[in-house]
């Protein structure tokens, strides 16, 4: 396997596609979304038996044609379409908001894409359309796999996700206490996973985002200063406007290396207000946003630009379950309405039968809230007392106190001599 290849059987750049083609075989290998027609590769004298291109550009029908008559399988892109129908790696900040800096909110990728999904039918497309939804989405999966296989690989933390309402205006208390609890996680080595809308989940990433700027939250609350001036989501340009100059100002310091694939969004990077510290090279995204799992059906939202890696979706039944798989280190729910509480519950039924493996804490940020207002504590709790694998009500915790959920949610995911270390210093 060559070193820059987290997945073996894949290739997913032109790089690897060179260092593959130095060895004369693609043989049974799978070559993922590749512009093959533009500078095209010489073909001709490789082993293609068995190989799979899947979303790749040809220079012709003929190129095309002449590697299934050698062996290979061919599936290409639809003509047309203004997203790849199988990306080879997830989207970054800069790729959502590509043509922005040029034609504001609607010229940007995101919104082109979000617009050319309402115009084929929304949640209910028509075959092709369909067909090729999926197999995009379809690419992410396995963009997502091979992210979360080299988080753990890397020896990587727990992987949390954090829960709440999309309408949780900017500057607001709840934003502010979901953006020092995704600081505080991904400054204990935690990978925060939010579903990529605004409010809190914009928060949250913007935590992560900020985890290693300073050592007391400082930038991190001048950057929630600062975004307040847009608040709303449903004001698009300057919305995202702000979220993009926050970006560039809080930024890499210039001439540190990004993570690959990791760009900045259009404009360049400026210094940071504070010097980052180095980080473990193949972990150190999580510490520059962590991971959002977005989806075009919601896409009259902005697109929260401050997760480094972001998985993003056209089906919302998919990747409302993605996140919850993933997420088995526990769950933060701040407050929120229908969406959050469907999601308490979606991942209350993972727990209850285990469907994904042992789950770790739910913690309900907002005593008031969450007992009062929507009390879902009371119907979790004697609905996990009667778990089939024995009493989880103990995962449960209701909280105001940000660095109580964090601590909880630390500690749960340490390893077990850690634990005990735990248990028994004075």
Request: proline letters at 8%.
């Amino acid at each position: 396997m060559h070193a820059y290849d987290g997945s073996p059987d894949e290739v997913e750049s032109r790089e690897e596609l060179a260092a593959h083609l130095a060895e004369g075989s693609l043989a049974g290998l799978t070559v993922q979304g590749l512009r093959l027609d533009e500078d095209p590769p010489d073909l001709s004298g490789v082993d293609v038996t068995d190989t799979l291109f899947v979303g790749c550009h040809f220079p012709s029908r003929e190129a095309e044609a002449e590697l299934v008559r050698r062996g290979a399988y061919v599936l290409p892109p639809f003509q047309d379409m203004p997203y790849p129908i199988h990306p080879a790696r997830l989207y970054t900040p800069h790729d959502l908001a590509a043509g922005f800096a040029e034609h504001g909110f609607e010229g940007m990728y995101d919104t082109i894409v979000y617009r050319h999904f309402l115009a084929h039918g929304g949640a209910l497309p028509s075959i092709r359309e369909a067909l090729s939804q999926r197999m995009h989405d379809h690419g992410i999966d396995d963009g997502l796999q091979d992210t979360i296989a080299d988080w753990a690989g890397a020896d990587g933390g727990p992987v949390i996700g954090i829960m709440g309402g999309h309408a949780q205006p900017r500057g607001s208390a709840g934003y502010e206490l979901a953006a020092l609890i995704g600081y505080g996680l991904a400054r204990a080595g935690c990978l925060v996973v939010t579903g990529g809308g605004p409010g809190v989940m914009e928060a949250a990433n913007l935590g992560a985002f900020l985890a290693d700027a300073d050592d007391d939250a400082g930038a991190l609350k001048e950057a929630i200063a600062e975004l307040a001036g847009a608040p709303d989501f449903t004001d698009h340009d300057p919305y995202t406007a702000l979220a993009l100059s926050v970006r560039r100002r809080f930024a890499l310091p210039t001439g540190e290396e990004l993570p690959a694939g990791q760009d900045e969004p259009a404009g360049g990077a400026e210094p940071a207000m504070a010097p980052r510290r180095p980080g473990s090279g193949a972990t150190d995204w999580a510490r520059r946003g962590g991971l959002s799992v977005p989806t075009w059906l919601y896409g009259h939202e902005p697109a929260n630009l401050f997760a480094a890696r972001i998985a993003k979706y056209f089906s919302n039944a998919i990747r409302e379950d993605t996140i919850l798989r993933l997420a088995r280190g526990g769950i933060v729910f701040a407050p929120g309405r229908a969406g959050t509480v469907q999601e308490v519950f979606q991942a209350a039924t993972k727990t209850f039968y285990a469907t994904d493996g042992a789950s770790g804490p739910f913690i309900f940020l907002g005593k008031r809230f969450w007992t009062e207002e929507l009390p879902v504590e009371s119907l979790l709790r004697p609905l996990f007392s009667a778990a089939p694998d024995g009493d989880l009500s103990r995962l449960l915790c209701v909280t105001d106190d940000p660095a109580q959920a964090v601590e909880l949610l630390v500690a749960w995911g340490a390893p077990p001599h850690a634990k005990e270390e735990q248990r028994t210093t004075p």
